[in-house]
């Protein structure tokens, strides 16, 4: 070959080996850019509150939640009606699913469970209701609860600790299986702190008749520190009266559902020693991207708890249900008035609980034994155990279905004032 044929094929085979990196790094690039992310459906989230939002820790906390939502997910639309009672649900899920709801939810069960009568009229509807004691349920009727008992066990421990009268006062809606069930959750904290601390306290129960009654709320709070002496106050209603009582009579407020201080500005930490925070989004957020994966079969039931989490707008993760008081969450939520007056090792046990749940490692109703106080609600084939009973033993775990559905009286050691 001579040399001019030598520098040719040199100069083709240069142009062949670039033109092959050049196709091998177009490939790479091909291969390992990062997909372009299809845009996401729209989708609607129909809320209907039974109650009034502003000035509720229930309606509040669902308003809440689904405004996380919205932020988190753009293609998230949220529409709701307050005030729904259950004769104005159908009309009202009807006139938001014209106007294009996908997802349509009764915020109580009371209100929730007519949308199973018109669920089979929209198959591509999911309906969702949150659950009292029915369970009932459809391929598209989604039940859910968050497992609060959880977060009221941790309140219950702090507020056990904290008494110095040795009484604890609980101003309650009315008997029903919700109720007695997180009652107990409470009442289990308040037990083992008072093991822990060897002292005897005593939970004393009033019903006012409903979720919603300020004035009657407020005579039962003033009642309990009056007649009880109680000096440590919570509620299972939804109004603020008995945080106002335990303000105006400089007693210790533990809240439900919502961190009244950070998120309201209800009072302050020098009246509310803890609250729980439902986030009602963690389970809002499962239904959502069920929907948005096309499923048809969603799973029905979901009772999600200080294991399952959410990742909020900000980058937060939250889990369904924590301590939280004045926008701080575990231990940093108890009020610094309070936690110098809680012993060491409660704090601790606070600290190590709370971990454990949230690992998924330990429950208060599997840790320990129901024993009927012989008081609570007669269910139609669930009559209320006889005083003394133990209707599970320590260290097993109840069936979702039964505690949702069967928990119907309250535990023994509860007083339970008429």
Same mark, same amino acid.
Request: hydrophobic share 45%; glycine share 6%.
């Given at each position: 070959?001579?040399?001019?044929?030598?520098?040719?094929?040199?100069?083709?085979?240069?142009?062949?080996?670039?033109?092959?990196?050049?196709?091998?790094?177009?490939?790479?690039?091909?291969?390992?850019?990062?997909?372009?992310?299809?845009?996401?459906?729209?989708?609607?989230?129909?809320?209907?509150?039974?109650?009034?939002?502003?000035?509720?820790?229930?309606?509040?906390?669902?308003?809440?939640?689904?405004?996380?939502?919205?932020?988190?997910?753009?293609?998230?639309?949220?529409? #709701?009606?307050?005030? !729904?009672?259950?004769?104005? %649900?159908?009309?009202?899920?009807?006139?938001?699913? &014209? =106007?294009?709801?996908? /997802?349509?939810?009764?915020?109580?069960?009371?209100?929730?469970?007519?949308?199973?009568?018109?669920?089979?009229?929209?198959?591509?509807?999911?309906?969702?209701?949150?659950?009292?004691?029915?369970?009932?349920?459809?391929?598209?009727?989604?039940?859910?609860?968050?497992?609060?008992?959880?977060?009221?066990?941790?309140?219950?421990?702090?507020?056990?600790?904290?008494?110095?009268?040795?009484?604890?006062?609980?101003?309650?809606?009315?008997?029903?299986?919700?109720?007695?069930?997180?009652?107990?959750?409470?009442?289990?904290?308040?037990?083992?702190?008072?093991?822990?601390?060897?002292?005897?306290?005593?939970?004393?129960?009033?019903?006012?008749?409903?979720?919603?009654?300020?004035?009657?709320?407020?005579?039962?709070?003033?009642?309990?520190?009056?007649? #009880?002496?109680?000096? !440590?106050?919570?509620?299972? %209603?939804?109004?603020?009266?008995?945080?106002?009582? &335990? =303000?105006?009579?400089? /007693?210790?407020?533990?809240?439900?559902?919502?961190?009244?201080?950070?998120?309201?500005?209800?009072?302050?930490?020098?009246?509310?020693?803890?609250?729980?925070?439902?986030?009602?989004?963690?389970?809002?957020?499962?239904?959502?991207?069920?929907?948005?994966?096309?499923?048809?079969?969603?799973?029905?039931?979901?009772?999600?708890?200080?294991?399952?989490?959410?990742?909020?707008?900000?980058?937060?993760?939250?889990?369904?249900?924590?301590?939280?008081?004045?926008?701080?969450?575990?231990?940093?939520?108890?009020?610094?008035?309070?936690?110098?007056?809680?012993?060491?090792?409660?704090?601790?046990?606070?600290?190590?609980?709370?971990?454990?749940?949230?690992?998924?490692?330990?429950?208060?109703?599997?840790?320990?034994?129901?024993?009927?106080?012989?008081?609570?609600?007669?269910?139609?084939?669930?009559?209320?155990?006889?005083?003394?009973?133990?209707?599970?033993? &320590?260290?097993?775990?109840?069936?979702?279905?039964?505690?949702?559905?069967?928990?119907?009286?309250?535990?023994?050691?509860?007083?339970?004032?008429?």
């Amino acid at each position: 070959m001579s040399e001019r044929d030598r520098s040719q094929f040199v100069r083709i085979l240069h142009r062949a080996f670039a033109l092959l990196v050049a196709l091998v790094l177009v490939a790479g690039a091909t291969l390992w850019a990062p997909a372009t992310a299809a845009p996401q459906k729209p989708l609607t989230l129909a809320i209907l509150h039974f109650s009034i939002i502003k000035g509720t820790t229930w309606s509040g906390a669902h308003h809440r939640a689904a405004q996380r939502i919205a932020q988190k997910y753009p293609n998230v639309r949220y529409v #709701y009606r307050e005030e !729904v009672g259950p004769d104005a %649900t159908v009309p009202y899920a009807k006139e938001l699913i &014209a =106007q294009g709801a996908n /997802i349509v939810v009764g915020n109580a069960e009371f209100i929730g469970l007519p949308l199973a009568t018109i669920a089979d009229q929209y198959p591509n509807v999911y309906f969702a209701s949150v659950i009292a004691s029915d369970l009932t349920r459809k391929r598209n009727f989604i039940r859910f609860f968050p497992r609060q008992y959880q977060a009221l066990y941790l309140e219950g421990l702090i507020a056990g600790a904290l008494t110095r009268t040795g009484n604890i006062g609980i101003v309650s809606a009315f008997p029903n299986v919700q109720v007695m069930r997180r009652q107990a959750g409470f009442f289990l904290g308040v037990q083992d702190a008072a093991k822990v601390l060897g002292k005897k306290v005593n939970v004393y129960v009033k019903y006012v008749g409903d979720w919603y009654k300020p004035t009657e709320e407020r005579e039962v709070a003033q009642t309990l520190v009056s007649q #009880y002496k109680v000096d !440590v106050i919570t509620q299972q %209603t939804d109004s603020g009266s008995p945080l106002d009582v &335990a =303000q105006e009579r400089k /007693i210790w407020f533990v809240g439900k559902d919502m961190d009244v201080v950070g998120f309201y500005g209800w009072s302050s930490t020098d009246t509310v020693a803890v609250s729980f925070d439902t986030r009602w989004e963690v389970l809002y957020e499962h239904m959502i991207k069920e929907y948005l994966a096309g499923n048809r079969n969603p799973k029905t039931l979901l009772y999600l708890g200080l294991r399952d989490t959410m990742t909020l707008a900000d980058g937060a993760v939250v889990p369904t249900v924590d301590i939280m008081n004045n926008n701080k969450v575990g231990l940093d939520a108890i009020s610094p008035k309070a936690r110098p007056l809680i012993p060491e090792a409660i704090l601790k046990l606070v600290a190590q609980r709370r971990e454990q749940m949230m690992k998924g490692q330990w429950d208060p109703f599997f840790e320990h034994a129901f024993v009927s106080n012989g008081t609570g609600l007669a269910l139609k084939d669930t009559p209320i155990p006889p005083k003394g009973t133990v209707v599970k033993k &320590a260290r097993q775990m109840p069936s979702d279905e039964w505690l949702l559905g069967k928990f119907n009286f309250d535990l023994e050691g509860m007083t339970i004032l008429k």
